[in-house]
């Protein structure tokens, strides 16, 4: 660790602090348009069904998917800086188009595109933080980055409100925001700088795409990461880009009381989460290897169980009963989220970060796409909620098992101590 200095360690800080806004702008146009979405049907009919807008989200998920280990790998082989600039140059012209969009059609381009963007960002910046950030810090770095996440979310949720303003609507959300984008792309590019080279890195190798794949691929620990991130993943895109549409039908809200009663609580819970979850998984790292992987697993149970209180909640009739299974699902969320790069850094090699969480995001988002998809056929088909969120709590529950026969490879000072 002589290679970071006190200087560094704070500019390491410094670094998540900056790429928390562009995490921030990320997740709040995805929440946006979850929050909008009777406004965005009724200004433009011929979305016409469920299942279409079930598409709408969907569609935007598999172009993410697609692209993300393309981005990661771009990341790993070039410079993470400039694709994170550049990605967030793309999200602010796209996200600004999609507030002129005038069809079906013309939604179902701009969230297309707004994948190929956001493929490149997410890969890029976590590998960036866990270059600046080693053991002892790694975990809560991520989570206090995954807190920008959070609050992309929450600020998203109140975007009904916005839309059902006379005097606002949705389209005025998405052009102020792709304005926002703009304005902060520049500062971003000055400030934020690749990390140091590590002793010995000039030694490694840079692997080519059909390298880094078998390299990958050929890991087991690496794949079994692969689908533990993707099985929980799609509960958690059900919960982002269905629940304020739930709330409201089955409790009989507002659109604008819809949006923040779907995001607000469960998101303030995960911001808790993160905190809590980097500060118990780096304090456990010191004792055992596995810590983050423990920590991840205590999240998974009480995700779980979430997803079951969820689906039962609509029964009581009441709506504090949703919002605390939300809530507990924040818990399980940030205790999850806040561990996955960690884990992946314990089992790849730095060269390997970035691309290896872009195929665990073209996995999980595809997969998430089709929940998406088969969420609102399920809906036209009138399936009960609690049958719905009782498969995905079967899913969470089978994670568990999943996670914990990942075996760590490497320490940040080298391979992990046998015995672990």
């Known amino acids: 660790m002589k290679w970071l200095n006190e200087r560094g360690l704070s500019y390491a800080w410094v670094v998540v602090a900056l790429l928390v806004p562009v995490a921030l702008l990320n997740y709040l146009d995805r929440q946006m348009l979850a929050a909008m979405k009777f406004s965005l049907m009724t200004d433009i009919p011929d979305i016409g069904s469920e299942a279409n807008w079930g598409k709408i989200l969907a569609l935007f998920k598999w172009t993410y998917a697609f692209l993300s280990p393309i981005g990661g790998y771009l990341a790993d082989r070039f410079s993470r800086r400039h694709v994170i ?35 490149f960002y997410i890969p890029a ?8 950030h080693l053991g002892s810090t790694r975990s809560r770095a991520v989570g206090m980055h995954q807190m920008g996440i959070y609050a992309g979310v929450i600020i998203g949720g109140f975007s009904g409100y916005a839309a059902d303003h006379p005097e606002l609507g949705w389209r005025w959300m998405f052009e102020l925001c792709g304005l926002i984008g703009v304005l902060y792309a520049l500062p971003l590019f000055f400030f934020v700088r690749n990390a140091p080279a590590r002793p010995g890195a000039e030694d490694e190798q840079k692997a080519s795409p059909a390298g880094a794949l078998r390299e990958l691929l050929g890991n087991r620990s690496f794949n079994l990461l692969v689908l533990y991130f993707t099985l929980p993943a799609m509960a958690g895109w ?36 993160a905190l809590i979850g980097g500060w118990l998984a780096d304090r456990w790292m ?62 790849t090699r730095p060269h390997l970060r970035a691309t290896g ?36 709590a079967s899913v969470a529950l089978l994670s568990i098992v999943v996670v914990l026969m990942i075996k760590p490879k490497y320490t940040d000072s080298g391979p992990a101590p046998a015995g672990h």
């Open 85 to 119: 600039a550049g990605s967030l140059v793309v999200w602010s012209a796209v996200t600004w188009a999609t507030g002129h969009v005038g069809s079906y059609h013309e939604l179902m381009l701009t969230r297309a595109v707004m994948g190929i963007s956001e493929a």
């Open 125 to 132: 910046a976590l590998a960036l933080i866990s270059d600046y």
């Open 238 to 273: 059900i919960v982002r880009d269905w629940m304020p549409a739930i709330l409201k039908s089955e409790f009989g809200i507002g659109q604008g009381k819809a949006g923040v009663s779907a995001t607000l609580y469960w998101m303030v819970a995960a911001i808790a989460a």
């Open 286 to 347: 010191r004792r055992n290897q596995r810590g983050r992987i423990y920590t991840s697993a205590i999240g998974m149970a009480l995700i779980a169980t979430a997803m079951m209180g969820v689906g039962w909640s609509p029964a009581t009739g009441a709506l504090w009963v949703a919002v605390a299974f939300l809530i507990l699902f924040g818990l399980g969320w940030g205790f999850f989220d806040i561990n996955n790069m960690p884990i992946l850094c314990q089992i």
């Open 357 to 392: 969480y872009g195929l665990m995001n073209m996995v999980s988002i595809s997969c998430g796409g089709l929940a998406d998809w088969g969420f609102g056929i399920l809906l036209d088909l009138r399936i009960p909620l609690l049958a719905i969120f009782g498969i995905f």
